[in-house]
């Protein structure tokens, strides 16, 4: 990576405050510990913590009224805390919700990989699509990959980070636009989520504290989410060319030659093969969830068995392909090579599965401890005694959404804890639960990409250290931060701006509380 000193010494020091902010971060960021040890660390923390306030007997009340039992501090350290650490120790790290998605789609990911199909179809793409383009391409297809739930973390920052430098641009900038669209940008989106029934499910259950009757619509804030996609598109394009970009520099990996657009016959009749067993794939998908008694549709009707089933589905479609194009292009022979490379394609996650080993286990002592509950629970009691009101509330509780997202990375972990705080209260000023839900999502978007707390971000490190092999937290943090204030700076406004106009949030998703 191009550091400050190397632009010194070429005479193309970064110019500005900001520029001169980042190079401050990422120093003093990457003199932290290496992410495993830097995690490990946190797991000592977080346990002395435990010991401390469980003994200490700290607590919050619950702010739901049907629980009346207060959020208690646990000690972790005692004799029934060091027994469930150790007899669940096996079970955390299995059940670790990243692990067992990126195992399963790397899978299929290696096959697509080391059979070539990748690195073509990434050639044909740079060919095709205007430069120009490309960076917004990516930012907006970070953010509609959310419909494949945690997938985009998966199989999009990567590719983002192969397509720069496949153009001879620093891969690090294309794995940032990438992360920025899937994790900043989060919550916006062209189509519906399994993540809109989800928190419109925890609103409604606070709603109904002032109002039993009252219903939130799954789509009540569509309207919002969708027009903010091109938003954030322009803003986290404008942050790659004009800020990460320039910081960067030119990219000089050990493997840094710029893909060739020719392509041998093999290589054609290859593509256009996998390209037919991907529309096959597709029509199949498409037959088992478009009529109403689908195979992918559950009783009711609903696409929850096809949203739980998005990377088994990821997993096939790059495998087939792959194996496919492998077959045709001549570099698979045979099943021993579709072995090989499924393996090859697990060794090199070996580091990812060391962090996601100690990261399971901090996220879950985390919660244990229940510390993260009481602190998300006393900031937003705090907040709600400033007495601020109306816009400015709003204001302060998207701000304090994103510091909560900080320490607690669950979207519906955090709105269980805050729906019943904050929805009763801005019903009780006007403002409808449809709006303080608005309002929490985009508080819970664009500081995820600055929270090793993020399950996924030992991911992003592993992705980046293909490219710059000692690359630390401090770096990644230096680069996403341009992009979550770029994305606040633009979010917050719209927002109001959407308010001050009573425009409907969407379907059924009206600004004010009749």
Known sequence: ???????????QEPSGAMQRILNKIEVVGNKLPQPVTLFAILIGIVLVLSWIFGNLGLSAEHPSPEVTEPIRAVNLLNAEGIQKILTSMVEVFASFPPLGLVLVVMLGIGVAERSGLIAIALRVFVSKVPTKLITFSIVIAGMVSSVAADAGYVVLIPLGAAIFKGMGRHPLAGLAAAFAGVSGGFGANFLPTGLDPMIAAFTQSAASIMDAGYTVNPLSNYYLMAASVPLIGL???????KIIVPRLGAYEGEDSEVYSNTFTSQEKRGLKWAGLSVIVILGLIAAAIIPSNGVLRDAAGGLNPFYNSIVPLMFILFFVSGLIFGLVAKTIKGDKDVANM?????????????LAFVAAHLVQFFIWSNLGSIMAISGAAALQNIGFTGIPLLIAFILVSSFINLIIGSASAKWAILAPI?????????????????AYRIGDSYSNILTPLLPYFPLVIVFAQKYVKNIGIGTIISVMLPYAIAFMVVRIPM??????LNIPLGIEGPIYYP
């Not at 499924?342 to 580091?351: F, I, R």
């Open 235 to 241: 803003a986290g394009t404008w942050v790659t060319e």
């Open 422 to 438: 904050f929805v009763p209260m801005l019903m009780l000023m006007g403002y409808s639960p449809e709006t303080t839900q608005a």
């Open 1 to 11: 990576m191009t550091t400050e000193k190397d632009l010194k010494d070429t005479g």
């Open 342 to 354: 499924t393996a090859e394609s697990m060794g090199t996650m070996g580091g990812y599965i060391v």
């Open 495 to 500: 927002f109001v701006a959407w308010l001050l």
